[in-house]
């Protein structure tokens, strides 16, 4: 298997923070055994303290695979069955459809299954930060919304990971971050790894970037790490690369873990696993022979980062950084280590012929509004992201070309890769997210 070179993975990082602005990233290679780290850029735009191979980052929703990860130790030792009700370990729960409260499973809320709206309509800081912050949210999710039934289509969900987490905790008899202090973090040496609560950051921790306004190079420090506790199972850990690659490779290496790189369901371009997305670069995702790439991305409050597996070729990469648009350098690394570590390569998606203005309207879910709208034979897609608190945010627009009858894909800029769809009459999948048309 070829080997990733050192100085040519630090090369990579620093021409693509001259590139697009971005003020740090890390980037870290398991192959063969062995372990490549490499670091560029400073920690904070306000300090210029340098970015180091072990600095913490928030990796967001690099957390969903590690909490799938507890729900399937915990499934080992007879404590949790993913196919089974939630309701088995939470009789309590109620939510708004009478249906979803009964069937839904574990497995269900851990494969973005459940049919949940992805965020309720309140502000979750208005929890408490002790230890009943998780159990006090599921306790509101009676008016929760619910978009489909569980089971019927892939929609990204946070709710359904706070659930999921919540019935981790229970089976296990302790806090959600205890269960991952004594079944991962912990055995794993992942000393540098762990939460949050009190939006103070780590010791020497990198500090969140956003752009001053959309596209741009130039950054802004975006000061604490506010995150609430009940959120954790969602997005709460704090960790650094060489972590990351050690929980890769408990992956890599634990026959125990494969199943949750067996697909579920189908995603927008993509299959879904129980806590990864799974990706095949030389066909279709069950097609005997090929490879699978399993993955996680992460974004939240200036941080973009990624996780990725690539199983046959034992293979694992983590890239961390400290921007809200790091995502067009973690792609980037991604791909170059995908083709000099194993040989594979992403296909360019083919454009096809079809009529854009079916699509056209306005999408709305809770905390999102999504404007399609026809750009010559493209659509634009426009989201407004509307928190219960804080300030609206509107990322750049999207300009997708049709790569199927219903599915939308990025090719060039900062965006490269970003695909959306459309599952169904009146319905759109844009950043991951299900959202319905108005009047449908």
């Not at 975006?222 to 609430?228: L, V």
């Not at 066909?283 to 941080?303: E, I, N, Q, R």
Request: hydrophobic share 45%; glycine share 12%; net charge neutral.
């Amino acid at each position: 298997m070829p080997a990733v070179a050192a100085d040519q993975l630090a090369a990579l990082l620093q021409s693509e923070l001259a590139r697009w602005g971005i003020p740090g990233a890390v980037a870290g290679v398991l192959a063969g055994g062995e372990t490549v780290v490499r670091a560029a850029g400073v920690s904070s735009l306000a300090t210029g303290e340098p970015v180091h191979e072990a600095t913490p980052f928030r990796v967001a929703s690099i957390t969903k695979p590690l909490t799938a990860t507890l729900a399937a130790l915990i499934e080992r030792e007879g404590l949790l069955d993913l196919d089974a009700p939630v309701r088995r370990v939470l009789p309590r729960l109620r939510l708004a459809d009478g249906y979803a409260q009964e069937t839904v499973t574990p497995r269900q809320l851990l494969a973005h299954l459940s049919g949940l709206e992805c965020e309720p309509a309140h502000d979750i800081a208005a929890h408490s930060v002790d230890a009943g912050a998780l159990g006090e949210l599921i306790g509101t999710y009676g008016v929760l919304g619910q978009l489909t039934p569980p089971g019927e289509i892939w929609s990204y969900c946070n709710t359904g990971y706070w659930l999921a987490g919540h019935a981790v905790a229970r089976a296990a008899g302790a806090t959600f971050e205890q269960v991952a202090h004594d079944l991962l973090l912990g055995p794993l040496g992942m000393a540098d790894s762990g939460f949050v609560h009190d939006g103070v950051p780590p010791a020497g921790a990198a500090l969140g970037h956003a752009p001053r306004r959309p596209g741009a190079p130039e950054h802004d420090v975006i000061a604490g790490y506010r995150f609430s506790r009940a959120r954790v199972p969602s997005g709460g850990l704090i960790s650094t690369v060489p972590d990351l690659l050690r929980l890769a490779a408990l992956h890599l290496d634990s026959p125990d873990l494969a199943g949750l790189r067996e697909p579920v369901t189908a995603a927008v371009g993509a299959r879904w696993g129980t806590g990864w997305s799974l990706e095949e670069l030389s066909g279709t995702v069950l097609a005997a022979g090929g490879t699978v790439v399993a993955a996680h991305s992460g974004s939240y409050g200036g941080f973009q980062s990624q996780l990725v597996l690539v199983p046959a070729r034992r293979v694992a990469v983590a890239v961390l950084t400290n921007s809200g648009r790091g995502s067009a350098l973690v792609r980037t690394v991604v791909e170059w280590v995908l083709a000099t570590a194993c040989c594979l390569r992403r296909p360019q998606p083919v454009p096809v012929a079809v009529d854009p203005t079916p699509f056209e309207g306005i999408y709305r879910a809770q905390g999102l509004t999504v404007e399609i709208r026809a750009d010559g034979d493209r659509l634009r897609a426009t989201q407004r992201v509307r928190p219960v608190s804080g300030v609206e945010l509107t990322p750049p627009p999207l300009l997708g070309v049709a790569v199927a009858a219903d599915r939308y894909a990025v090719l060039e800029g900062e965006a490269r890769g970003a695909q959306f769809d459309f599952p169904g009459p009146g319905r759109v999948r844009l950043g991951s997210r299900l959202a319905l048309r108005d009047g449908t």
